[in-house]
């Protein structure tokens, strides 16, 4: 292993340690990365090592953290549906459940945002809009898009009262923590506009994965609010399945991927907006915190 490969992988794994990350999600990870897993629990060892101060830590000492045990599997967000409930009390709001599938696992919300919640996001985000860039989820590198031509921008996490009570609603309805969110995107589409069929996840075999993977581990679910809705066109499809979601003002769409692998059936896309103008707000989960 080159010095450079060594000390990018043992510098993410310290800082995942450090953030909480369990150790069997790591070695995971690893795998998924193309580690043999001999290497992988003598590197996490190692790494907890250095973030303790012990001058040695063996494989085998770490070996039982390394296993979720029945009572750990991965966490997932997700909104509580035990009982079939018709809404879901999120504190400020009651949230509507007006669709489920359980294969891609995606739930579509009404509700979510009133009308003035979706005006006044928008209004916030115009005057900072820019062309999207799409992040090569193989090199990490941020590039203007052909398969993406809508405009975008960030807001950053609790930078007014209106972003921090949405981050807090989306964490009580997916019960999932703020700090594991990624900052509140918003897209906007025009006529012709499209975003192409994609994963949300990260490419966990592409040269930046340990740099993406670094802030807060994987993507592990989607949330699509709906602020402004086209005449017609502008529905987020799942060619996998043949869904195509209509995007409602005030809905959102929820949808999970429980591993970095097309087995999710969670490619997705936005089709074309044949007339008016489509605005979303996209917040991606992490499995860790996303600093
Ligand atoms: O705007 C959409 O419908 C859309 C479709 C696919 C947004 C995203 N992906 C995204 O923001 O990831
Ligand atoms: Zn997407």
Redesign the pocket.
């Known amino acids: 292993m080159a010095d450079a490969d060594y000390r990018n992988i043992t510098r993410w794994l310290v800082e995942q340690i450090r953030a909480g990350q369990p150790t069997h999600a790591l070695l995971q990870s690893m795998s998924q990365q193309g580690w043999r897993r001999d290497i992988a629990m003598g590197l996490i060892a190692q790494a907890m090592g250095e973030r303790s101060g012990a001058t040695e830590v063996s494989p085998a000492s770490v070996a039982p953290l390394l296993e979720p045990s029945a009572t750990c599997a991965p966490m997932m967000p997700g909104p509580a549906l035990d009982g079939a409930p018709m809404s879901l009390d999120v504190g400020d709001r009651k949230v509507s459940v007006l669709m489920t599938l359980p294969e891609p696992k995606v739930v579509l919300f009404g509700d979510f945002l009133s009308k003035n919640e979706c005006d006044r996001l928008v209004e916030v985000a115009r005057p900072r809009m820019q062309r999207s860039l799409t992040t090569d989820l193989k090199t990490g590198d941020n590039k203007l898009d052909v398969v993406r031509t809508s405009r975008g921008m960030f807001f950053n996490r609790g930078e007014s009262p209106l972003i921090a009570a949405i981050e807090t609603r989306i964490a009580r309805l997916l019960a999932w923590p703020v700090e594991k969110g990624e900052h509140l995107?918003v897209?906007h589409?025009r006529p012709g506009d499209r975003?192409e069929p994609?994963y949300?996840y990260f490419d966990p075999a592409g040269d930046a994965a340990p740099a993406l993977l670094a802030r807060g581990g994987q993507r592990v679910a989607?949330l699509?609010m709906y602020l402004r809705e086209p005449e017609a066109g502008?529905e987020?499809i799942f060619p996998d399945t043949g869904l195509r979601v209509s995007?409602k003002r005030g809905c959102a769409l929820f949808f999970s991927y429980d591993r970095p692998h097309p087995s999710t059936k969670t490619l997705?896309?936005?089709a074309p907006v044949i007339s008016g103008e489509?605005w979303?707000a996209?917040k991606w989960l992490r499995e860790g915190v996303f600093a």
Do not use: A, F, M, R
């Open positions: 995107q897209l589409y975003y994609h949300d989607t699509l502008g987020t995007p997705h896309g936005g489509k979303v996209t």
